[in-house]
């Protein structure tokens, strides 16, 4: 399906028979995965495990009609959104931590690949502006055989990469022409608080050189004339009490380092759940004061496309971009 004059990437990839080239190496690395930077080398194909706890089937914990995502990908009709269980992370504060760490209670979400595509057309068929495909990392392999099954049974509407930019580039770059919308996370700016909150070593290293290839790949977000999300990047940051995600540090890197244009969804929804208690420093919501300097932080970068959440309260801290928030740029 054209959306104004676009085609969703894959459509080339597929007609050119590279899709299904693809497909075939992605699956060849589950004899010994380096999907991630943590390159464990897991022989997934014969049942061992790695750090994610994921075997050679993909886990989907749920899909819907995702209503409550950025306004250029919800739209009217929502953001076709398929939930993939476990993670390469282990985010203290994780609100679908029930999905993310508990990889034993996930096994029964196990699907075939034939499943996984017939999910992502049922989603289209209900009217989905795009497949979102959420915490996908660890199952690229997977999505990417799903998606060879599905286009020649008519998927043709834009995939969303929602990831926690904890990927690798050799992996981003087999998705090359294959993602139309990357939306990554950038979590922290500095090393000590990813490994101490997410245990993840590098990760600004890490983030930063997968949101750059990401750009690389498609660059600044693009819209239809219904300004529905065709092609580019939007970049997520959740604001941290004690600004434990360094938020300027990581809007001024964005700026300068990728561009004054990025399109950024500031977050406001942070809620000390799961193990986020275990740290005083987290242990709170932010502070009304803490979202203003945020606020401010995205000024003083100079970036003007995105979205500002409303700060949420603790018994309604899931994402919702349909209460009156603060937009800013044209």
Same mark, same amino acid.
């Given at each position: 399906?054209?959306?104004?004059?676009?085609?969703?990437?894959?459509?080339?990839? #597929?007609?050119?028979? +590279?899709?299904?080239?693809?497909?075939?190496?992605?699956?060849?690395?589950?004899?010994?995965?380096?999907?991630?930077? =943590?390159?464990?080398?897991?022989?997934?194909?014969?049942?061992? !495990?790695?750090?994610?706890?994921?075997?050679? /089937?993909?886990?989907?914990?749920?899909?819907?009609?995702?209503?409550?995502?950025?306004?250029?990908?919800? %739209?009217?009709?929502?953001?076709?959104?398929?939930?993939?269980?476990?993670?390469?992370?282990?985010?203290?504060?994780?609100?679908?931590? $029930?999905?993310?760490?508990?990889?034993?209670?996930?096994?029964?979400?196990?699907?075939?690949?034939? =499943? !996984?595509?017939?999910?992502?057309?049922?989603?289209?068929? $209900?009217?989905?502006?795009?497949?979102? !495909?959420?915490? *996908?990392?660890? #199952?690229?392999?997977?999505?990417? $055989?799903?998606?060879?099954?599905?286009?020649?049974?008519?998927?043709?509407?834009?995939?969303?990469?929602?990831?926690?930019?904890?990927?690798?580039?050799?992996?981003?770059?087999? !998705?090359?022409?294959?993602?139309?919308?990357?939306? @990554?996370?950038?979590?922290?700016?500095?090393?000590?608080?990813?490994?101490?909150?997410?245990?993840?070593?590098?990760?600004?290293?890490?983030?930063?050189?997968?949101? =750059?290839?990401? #750009? =690389?790949?498609? %660059?600044?977000?693009?819209?239809?004339?219904?300004?529905?999300?065709?092609? %580019?990047?939007?970049?997520?940051?959740?604001?941290?009490?004690?600004?434990?995600?360094?938020?300027? +540090?990581? /809007?001024? &890197?964005?700026?300068?380092?990728?561009? *004054?244009?990025?399109?950024?969804?500031?977050?406001?929804?942070?809620?000390?759940?799961?193990?986020?208690?275990?740290?005083?420093?987290?242990?709170?919501?932010?502070?009304?004061?803490?979202?203003?300097?945020?606020?401010?932080?995205?000024?003083?970068?100079?970036?003007?496309?995105? &979205?500002? $959440?409303?700060?949420?309260? @603790? +018994?309604?801290?899931?994402?919702? #971009?349909?209460?009156?928030?603060?937009?800013?740029?044209?």
């Amino acid at each position: 399906m054209t959306m104004g004059n676009y085609t969703a990437s894959y459509l080339t990839l #597929f007609r050119s028979g +590279e899709l299904n080239k693809r497909a075939a190496r992605l699956a060849e690395s589950l004899s010994s995965c380096e999907l991630c930077p =943590r390159r464990c080398g897991a022989v997934r194909a014969q049942g061992e !495990l790695g750090f994610c706890r994921s075997g050679v /089937l993909p886990v989907v914990s749920s899909s819907c009609a995702h209503h409550g995502e950025e306004p250029v990908l919800s %739209g009217t009709h929502g953001s076709g959104t398929i939930f993939f269980g476990n993670c390469n992370l282990r985010c203290a504060f994780c609100q679908n931590y $029930q999905i993310s760490q508990a990889p034993d209670r996930q096994k029964v979400n196990e699907v075939s690949l034939e =499943r !996984l595509a017939e999910i992502m057309l049922s989603l289209q068929a $209900q009217g989905c502006h795009n497949i979102n !495909l959420v915490s *996908p990392t660890h #199952f690229v392999p997977q999505i990417v $055989q799903a998606l060879a099954l599905a286009a020649p049974q008519g998927l043709n509407i834009p995939l969303v990469y929602n990831t926690n930019a904890y990927d690798s580039l050799t992996t981003l770059r087999e !998705l090359s022409g294959i993602i139309d919308i990357y939306l @990554p996370d950038l979590k922290y700016a500095t090393d000590e608080n990813a490994e101490k909150y997410s245990q993840a070593p590098n990760y600004p290293q890490t983030a930063r050189a997968a949101i =750059r290839e990401m #750009f =690389r790949q498609v %660059g600044i977000l693009e819209t239809d004339t219904d300004d529905i999300a065709e092609r %580019g990047v939007i970049v997520r940051h959740l604001i941290l009490p004690h600004n434990a995600a360094g938020t300027e +540090e990581s /809007l001024q &890197w964005l700026a300068h380092e990728v561009s *004054p244009d990025i399109t950024v969804s500031l977050m406001s929804q942070y809620y000390p759940i799961h193990r986020a208690t275990q740290y005083p420093e987290l242990a709170r919501p932010i502070t009304a004061a803490e979202h203003a300097v945020a606020e401010r932080s995205l000024a003083k970068a100079g970036i003007e496309n995105g &979205w500002v $959440q409303d700060p949420a309260s @603790p +018994e309604n801290y899931l994402p919702d #971009f349909t209460r009156p928030g603060h937009p800013f740029g044209s």
